[in-house]
């Protein structure tokens, strides 16, 4: 089958939510990379299924992306179908003190529905811009917290099309880290059981972490947040800092002078000049305190 077939198989599933050669660079927070082959946008779940059994029929790559915010997408591009999840994806079903949301919804929106409902428990991902799926994924957290910490069960499509449902027991989640990354699967929703408590104190300490982070991070520019992983006992910023690293640029990409885990996109940089920045930071790294810095940004795609 050829490309243009191709795309009209999947014109077909999801009408008018495909795009092709669709340059992922606006959907990502970093605002870089190169064309999706495919860039799909299933509607509910059975538009998803019905994409996935498309892909494993014609044996096409394919990944799933949240809100982009912390993806490095290759210059060249992905190969294969971009998968977006799109309008049922962005619900949540309230009970009581539990929620499902589902994998699309921005975590900001779901922190504030649980403030405004007394129910904490997500102050401390109210400020990461990510979506329920990516979140998971990547068990995301701030300031102590993390998103894995009120979750009851994950549900997800398998590439095979099956249904599941993991109890929390059968997640491993570990820093920015989950057993989640070991299913071929798209995570469709995440149930979770919040705690009640006093809305104004739950609206306070957003706000608090709010400030934080407008004190402490570059917000004014493009970035995916906290480049590298915090080594055990010790933070990927102040190693940068106290090595004198700030400031340091390759392209249109540049060592924030406010915060040095940052690495911000200030003059429409590429990918090329994002890995070129994250690889010269690592070797500084290493030759000046011998310390490994891994990456906490997820690269994909196809780079130079
Ligand atoms: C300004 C800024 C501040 C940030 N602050 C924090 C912070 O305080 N703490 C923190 O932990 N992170 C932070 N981040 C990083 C980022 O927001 C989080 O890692 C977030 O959880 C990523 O979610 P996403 O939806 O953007 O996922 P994406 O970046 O789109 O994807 C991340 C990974 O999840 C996978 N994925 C996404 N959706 C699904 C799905 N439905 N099913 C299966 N896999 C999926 C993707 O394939 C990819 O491997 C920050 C980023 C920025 C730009």
Redo the contacts with the bound molecule.
């Keep these: 089958m050829n490309r243009s077939q191709i795309s009209d198989e999947l014109q077909k599933l999801v009408q008018a939510r495909v795009l092709t050669d669709e340059p992922l660079k606006p959907y990502?927070?970093?605002k870089i990379g190169g064309p999706a082959d495919w860039l799909v946008t299933p509607a509910d779940e059975t538009e998803l299924g019905q994409v996935l059994s498309l892909c494993r029929r014609l044996e096409l790559p394919w990944?799933?992306?949240?809100?982009?915010?912390?993806?490095l997408v290759g210059d060249k591009g992905v190969r294969g179908v971009v998968i977006r999840?799109g309008r049922d994806f962005s619900r949540m079903v309230w009970q009581d003190d539990r929620v499902e949301a589902f994998?699309?919804l921005l975590?900001r929106d779901l922190a504030e529905a649980a403030a405004s409902r007394g129910l904490a428990g997500l102050e401390y991902?109210h400020?990461?811009?990510?979506?329920v799926?990516?979140?998971i994924?990547?068990?995301?957290?701030?300031y102590g917290g993390n998103l894995s910490t009120c979750v009851t069960s994950v549900k997800?499509l398998s590439y095979d099309g099956e249904l599941l449902e993991l109890p929390r027991e059968r997640i491993d989640f570990a820093y920015?880290n989950s057993s989640?990354?070991d299913l071929d699967?798209?995570?469709?929703s995440v149930c979770l059981k919040l705690v009640p408590g006093d809305k104004e104190e739950i609206l306070a300490k957003m706000a608090d972490f709010q400030h934080r982070?407008e004190t402490a991070?570059p917000?004014e520019y493009p970035?995916?947040?906290?480049t590298f992983k915090n080594p055990e006992g010790d933070h990927a910023g102040w190693i940068i800092e106290r090595n004198d690293l700030r400031g340091h640029r390759i392209g249109g990409l540049q060592i924030s002078e406010k915060h040095g885990n940052f690495l911000v996109n200030r003059w429409d940089g590429s990918a090329d000049d994002a890995r070129r920045l994250i690889e010269w930071t690592q070797e500084k790294v290493m030759e000046l305190e011998q310390i490994e810095l891994t990456p906490?940004v997820?690269f994909?795609g196809e780079f130079i």
Excluded: K
Excluded at 66 to 71: A, R
Excluded at 127 to 131: K, L, M, V
Excluded at 223 to 226: E, H, I, L, N
């Design positions: 990502t927070t970093w990944l799933v992306m949240g809100n982009g915010s912390n993806l999840l994998a699309g975590l991902v400020g990461i811009p990510g979506s799926g990516g979140g994924r990547m068990n995301c957290g701030a997800a920015r989640l990354f699967a798209v995570i469709t982070r991070q917000l970035s995916c947040g906290s906490e997820r994909i």
